[in-house]
């Protein structure tokens, strides 16, 4: 795989200059110049065809969750790890253990994605069982309340909860990272920003799978050759998870929030997804918060593919390089 630092996305102080070179700061641009895999292209044409279609607004929730939630069965999960069910601030929550864990204690803390609309820990255990067994970290996966019928801030809420809960179990929140996909990427971001602002404890580091950072939309293509999101789709989750007058607020569009001071970030995406923007917009945005941040892009692949990585080997990769960087120790930063 090839590894670069793009010019594009350099900063235009020497300081920042300076920290891509001594802190591994960097854009890394993963399999450029390769044909993606013969399993990618087959999954792809199955989400095109047989997936997109009805994530659409036209379709009930109601359907589309029923749908989401058996696609689940499609998706294999591995073995060596151990998957517990318990609640967790009165909500469900899985943790997987993998049975050669690290005697470090670091854990990962899992949001699931799905537009704040569908999806749950169920939907997502094949990616985090894989997580669990190539970090050799305990992972655990929350289930939090979903739009419409609870709109923001009822998941950053929840989030926050269920990681205090965590914490009276005995976890040191400075020994976690806080990871999820797409709107999971979203609430993992949004929750640190929080705590940074609350004086709370600050997770261990942050991984952030196609994040969604600006809720306004305004970035977003109104076309894109993504094989499982559009446009229509996404606007519509957005408008039944937050109110107008709140999706340009910080905690809704991290975008436009003071990134200083958070943790070592790892941020993958796509250059085909609908969201490719967001990475490269959070990117640049961290980088001039003074944030040690890499930035993995794939291409020619869709919106959060590491959830197919029991079945495409470029999903796989993915994993692994966010095991190496869960693994990882942490840098220094201020609080």
Avoid at 21 to 36: F, K, P, Q
Avoid at 121 to 144: K, Q
Avoid at 157 to 178: H, N, Q, S, T
Avoid at 259 to 266: G, N, S
């Amino acid at each position: 795989m090839s590894t670069t630092i793009d010019s594009r996305f350099e900063g235009t102080s020497s300081r920042v200059e300076t920290r891509q070179r001594s802190d591994a700061t960097s854009y890394e641009s993963v399999g450029v110049g390769r044909r993606r895999s013969l399993q990618a292209a087959l999954v792809g044409a199955q989400l095109r065809w047989l997936v997109r279609p009805w994530m659409s607004p036209r379709i009930s929730l109601r359907f589309q969750r029923i749908l989401t939630s058996l696609l689940r069965w499609t998706l294999p999960q591995g073995k060596g790890v151990m998957t517990q069910r318990f609640p967790l601030n009165g909500r469900p929550c899985d943790r997987h253990v993998p049975l050669h864990p690290l005697e470090s204690g670091a854990a990962i803390v899992y949001f699931h994605g799905g537009g704040y609309t569908v999806c749950s820990p169920d939907t997502h255990r094949s990616l985090t069982r894989m997580l669990a067994l190539e970090a050799r970290m305990v992972v655990h996966v929350p289930a939090y309340r979903r739009a419409p019928e609870n709109p923001y801030p009822a998941q950053l809420d929840d989030a926050r909860a269920l990681v205090a809960a965590l914490e009276r179990e005995g976890l040191d929140v400075r020994k976690m990272i806080f990871a999820g996909d797409s709107t999971g990427a979203h609430l993992a971001l949004t929750l640190a920003i929080q705590r940074r602002d609350l004086g709370l404890s600050m997770p261990r580091s942050l991984i952030l799978i196609s994040p969604c950072v600006d809720w306004t939309l305004a970035s977003l293509p109104t076309t894109s050759t993504d094989a499982l999101l559009t446009h229509a789709w996404v606007t519509w989750t957005r408008d039944g998870y937050v109110a107008t007058a709140l999706r340009g607020t910080p905690l809704v569009s991290p975008i436009h929030a003071d990134l200083r001071h958070l943790p070592p970030v790892l941020i993958q995406s796509s250059s085909n997804e609908l969201f490719c923007h967001e990475a490269q917009r959070l990117y640049t945005a961290l980088l001039g918060a003074d944030v040690s941040v890499t930035w993995q892009e794939w291409h020619s692949l869709w919106h959060d593919f590491q959830m197919h990585a029991a079945l495409v080997p470029e999903g796989r990769d993915a994993v692994r390089r966010m095991a190496r960087f869960a693994r990882s120790e942490p840098e220094l930063f201020h609080t």
